[in-house]
């Protein structure tokens, strides 16, 4: 027989609700005598028990095993979760974070990440992460090739922002700096205020148009620029603070899992790509166990949000930890480091 979706009752809800929360805290299956005294409102335990046994039907929470209490599914979870964010708490929450925390000079951008990665580690107890913008996505004022090596090109681009950043390109193609220093003119000639994305499209289309005396270079910048994207999309950068955190919680994950996961941690290419999949212009993101698809982090939850300039967005960042998070302040944690960081990048003008 098919299940029939129920309705929750605010009876219902308050009763799921206590059972998260104290989950949250304590971590052992809650039973219906505890959550019974902590109703605002009288309620006989046989009635929560009623309750519970409905919440665990349609999937809400699970029974670990016979005569226990019970405990939240990844559904439980969201549901609660999803609550939270009805009532707007993260724009009112006041986390105290010292603005000390997110100064730096104009051209080291790089550590500016790493103290937003461990301030959300520092202040969340887990791990934090921050991922860097990519440099093709990025609005420009003025951008300089310099040839490093044979097969090596270093880009330094500065941003409608006054941010400095960097990245070097193994090119496949011998420059020499005179064609590079040409390419550079012309980018910034034309191009100023656009992105490297613009910049490839439009020299994909329009290179025909330039015949005789800047084709060959234009097909070497236009083919650099290809080998940038492709170098970009393996190497994006991914700064991590706390994994050591993690490791003091073996009681919160499945070990295996652990070891899993921290393995990809050190092999940081595919958990960016994983975590750039959640990039998303919701304030904050909240997603939990099963929800991400990915195995190795089912006995997680990942918190995240984006930091930019103006509209546009730079990269993303959060925590991850287990999911007994106490929600009500890792939420808010992770908004408010977003909106530091976007306020310190923006700042720079």
């Not at 309750?51 to 005569?67: A, H, K, N």
């Not at 979870?77 to 009112?92: D, G, M, S, W």
């Not at 440099?135 to 500065?158: A, D, H, T």
């Not at 967005?313 to 929600?327: A, E, Q, T």
């Amino acid at each position: 027989m098919a299940k029939v979706n129920y309705i929750l009752r605010d009876k219902d809800i308050q009763v799921l609700n206590l059972i998260v929360e104290s989950y949250l805290k304590v971590g052992k299956p809650i039973s219906s005598g505890y959550i019974a005294q902590k109703a605002q409102v009288y309620v006989s335990p046989a009635t929560v028990r009623n309750i519970m046994v409905r919440l665990e039907e349609q999937g809400y929470l699970l029974q670990p095993y016979t005569s226990a209490g019970r405990i939240p599914t990844d559904k439980g979870l969201r549901f609660y979760v999803n609550k939270l964010f009805q009532e707007a708490f993260p724009t009112r929450a006041h986390v105290d974070i010292p603005t000390d925390d997110f100064r730096h000079d104009k051209g080291n951008f790089h550590s500016l990440l790493v103290q937003a990665s461990r301030t959300l580690s520092q202040y969340s107890d887990n791990l934090g992460f921050v991922i860097s913008p990519r440099i093709s996505r990025i609005q420009f004022k003025y951008l300089r090739l310099i040839k490093i090596s044979e097969e090596k090109v270093m880009i330094i681009l500065v941003t409608t922002f006054n941010l400095v950043l960097t990245e070097v390109v193994d090119t496949g193609t011998y420059f020499t700096q005179h064609e590079l220093d040409s390419a550079s003119r012309f980018i910034n000639d034309k191009f100023r205020g656009k992105n490297l994305l613009f910049v490839h499209e439009y020299l994909t289309k329009e290179v025909p148009s330039y015949r005789m005396k800047f084709e060959d270079l234009l097909h070497k910048l236009t083919a650099l620029i290809k080998t940038y994207f492709h170098q970009e999309e393996e190497d994006h950068e991914i700064f991590l603070e706390g994994t050591s955190k993690l490791l003091e919680k073996p009681e919160l994950f499945d070990m295996e899992r652990l070891h899993s996961l921290f393995k990809n941690f050190e092999e940081k290419t595919r958990l960016t790509k994983l975590l750039s999949e959640f990039i998303s212009l919701d304030r904050v993101k909240v997603l939990i166990g099963s929800e991400m698809n990915y195995p190795e982090i089912e006995d997680c939850s990942l918190i995240l949000s984006h930091y930019g300039y103006d509209e546009q967005v730079l990269g993303s960042l959060g925590i991850i930890g287990p999911k007994r998070l106490p929600y009500k302040r890792i939420i808010p944690l992770v908004d408010c480091v977003a909106k530091k960081l976007s306020r310190t990048i923006s700042a720079h003008k």
